[in-house]
């Protein structure tokens, strides 16, 4: 322990000797200065005149946009392709097994770097973009679709969307319970779907059936108006989704061959069809199992998502990088960096870890 905290000591303390000979100021004191560099991606508005404080918060936002879209993305992909390789069509297991093969064996920057530039060679220029019904647009500056503009009857309609969405999680869980009690089936898929068309839809109409969107058109050499979907941003979140999908893969692969063959054979004998012996009874099964290497995997999502830097999306590190050559506060600046994933990283662990309790199996007395 004493050697421990020594070597601490003295990287410390050569730290600060080194940053004083070259007349470096210490301190996070320079997040409240005036950032002068433009980013151009955002969710929340920024100007170059805004501080490095806030250019940290853009680039922490578009991390995060990053980690949790392609959470989900990988976790559908990989659970499809699991899935598909241990079909019983010949043509399905052995397509989705060189995916994996494939993807599993390819660097995850060569795979970023070649998506990017697919996207940006092989598409059409701006005035040669792929176009659907006049409002839709696909070309190499990225894809182009109608922006909400946010008025009182598009903030209804979304909250009401949002209100539709938990209250179909709770018509799960009750849903859920309800059979563990009874062993009577709730239909929740459809329940799910009528709450989330019909909640909005009735929002709409109640408020006047107004919403109204800004439509991208032709100006000059690129498109004005809509929101973007940048190549950047598509690049890396394909490359992310389809490299991290085939690991997941195999886990689900693995998960479900753990689960007895003996339960799908009393599942078909009482009736039960495929799909419902998949989802009713193995799925829940072989949770146990994949779980715990699935938390590895969203981790790894998160952790290769600062190779956006190699194809020019400003995400954290690269919003980092630019603040820390303008300032020169490489050490405050690689802490934040440290800080942030290892937050994200300890935050994501621990639902993933309550998650893995509530499925686990309980000992009885």
């Given amino acids: 322990m004493a050697m421990v905290a020594g070597i601490g000591w003295?990287?410390?303390?050569?730290?600060?000797?080194?940053?004083?000979?070259?007349h470096i100021a210490t301190g996070f004191g320079f997040l409240d200065r005036e950032a002068g560099f433009g980013i151009s991606e955002h969710l929340v508005p920024y100007l170059p005149s805004d501080s490095y404080f806030r250019a940290f918060e853009v680039g922490l936002l578009n991390t995060l946009e990053v980690a949790v879209i392609g959470i989900v993305l990988t976790t559908l992909l990989g659970l499809v392709m699991g899935i598909a390789r241990?079909?019983?069509?010949?043509?399905?297991?052995?397509?989705?097994?060189?995916?994996?093969?494939?993807?599993?064996?390819?660097?995850?920057?060569?795979?970023?770097l070649f998506c990017y530039s697919l996207i940006t060679v092989s598409l059409p220029l701006s005035r040669n973009a792929?176009?659907?019904?006049?409002?839709?647009?696909?070309?190499?500056?990225?894809?182009?679709?109608?922006?909400?503009?946010?008025?009182?009857?598009?903030?209804?309609?979304?909250?009401?969307?949002?209100l539709a969405v938990a209250a179909s999680f709770l018509v799960g869980v009750w849903a859920r319970r309800r059979q563990e009690k009874t062993g009577?089936?709730?239909?929740?898929?459809?329940?799910?779907?009528?709450?989330?068309?019909?909640?909005?839809?009735?929002?709409f109409l109640a408020t006047g059936a107004h919403l109204s969107f800004d439509v991208p058109?032709?100006?000059?050499?690129?498109?004005?108006?809509?929101?973007?979907v940048s190549p950047e941003f598509a690049a890396l979140l394909l490359g992310l989704v389809v490299y991290t999908g085939a690991f997941i893969a195999e886990i689900v692969r693995?998960?479900?061959?753990?689960?007895?063959?003996?339960?799908?054979?009393a599942a078909l004998a009482l009736g039960l069809s495929r799909m419902q012996?998949?989802?009713?009874?193995?799925?829940?099964?072989?949770?146990?199992?994949?779980?715990?290497?699935?938390?590895?995997?969203?981790?790894?999502?998160?952790?290769?998502?600062?190779?956006?830097?190699?194809?020019?999306?400003?995400?954290?590190?690269?919003?980092?990088?630019?603040?820390?050559?303008q300032t020169g506060q490489?050490?405050?600046?690689?802490?934040?960096?440290?800080?942030?994933?290892?937050?994200?990283?300890?935050?994501?662990?621990?639902?993933?870890?309550?998650?893995?309790?509530?499925?686990?199996?309980?000992?009885?007395?």
């Avoid at 990287?11 to 070259?22: E, G, M, Q, S, Y």
């Avoid at 043509?91 to 060569?110: D, I, K, Q």
């Fill in 10 to 22: 003295f990287l410390v303390a050569n730290t600060l000797t080194n940053l004083n000979a070259r």
């Fill in 86 to 112: 241990l079909s019983h069509n010949w043509l399905v297991a052995r397509l989705a097994s060189a995916y994996v093969e494939a993807m599993r064996n390819v660097p995850v920057l060569l795979l970023l």
């Fill in 130 to 162: 792929f176009n659907l019904f006049d409002c839709i647009f696909l070309s190499n500056r990225g894809l182009r679709v109608p922006a909400m503009i946010w008025d009182d009857s598009a903030v209804m309609v979304v909250s009401t969307l949002a």
């Fill in 184 to 203: 009577r089936y709730f239909p929740v898929l459809w329940s799910s779907l009528g709450l989330i068309a019909g909640l909005p839809l009735i929002a």
């Fill in 217 to 228: 058109h032709m100006a000059g050499f690129n498109f004005a108006g809509g929101s973007t």
């Fill in 254 to 265: 693995s998960g479900i061959l753990a689960v007895s063959y003996g339960q799908t054979e």
């Fill in 277 to 325: 012996v998949l989802r009713l009874v193995v799925l829940p099964q072989s949770l146990r199992v994949i779980i715990p290497p699935l938390t590895s995997q969203y981790l790894n999502l998160v952790k290769n998502s600062p190779l956006a830097v190699a194809i020019g999306f400003p995400d954290l590190v690269s919003v980092a990088n630019t603040a820390i050559n």
């Fill in 330 to 365: 490489a050490v405050e600046g690689v802490s934040i960096i440290m800080g942030v994933y290892l937050a994200i990283s300890l935050i994501l662990s621990f639902l993933m870890n309550w998650y893995n309790k509530r499925v686990a199996l309980r000992g009885g007395r």
